[in-house]
């Protein structure tokens, strides 16, 4: 085997093992996002959970207020029907 065979022997064996450490790497790397993944979407649902929460009471709220309002209206309109009569009288 002359100099240039082992040479390029050698430069194929270390690029092999390199590639294979950079295998692992590329594996416990991609296996550390799974679960940072599984841990933003846990987190991500939680959040939903609680702006459904917060949600509901807030649309509560909206409804009474429209109740409010349209009580109002009823009672300014009901007002305006009794000054009518009471001029027509």
Do not use: C, W
Not at 41 to 47: E, F, G, I
Not at 80 to 89: A, D, I, M, P, Q
């Amino acid at each position: 085997m002359d100099i240039t065979q082992a040479v390029l022997l050698s430069v194929i064996v270390v690029l092999s093992i390199f590639l294979v450490f950079l295998g692992f790497q590329v594996y416990f790397v991609l296996k550390d996002f799974r679960l940072t993944l599984n841990r933003v979407n846990r987190l991500m649902d939680s959040a939903d959970d609680l702006v459904t929460e917060i949600k509901k009471p807030i649309t509560s709220l909206s409804g009474i207020f429209t109740a409010i309002t349209a009580g109002a209206g009823i009672a300014h309109f009901l007002k305006r029907l009794e000054g009518k009569n009471e001029r027509e009288k």
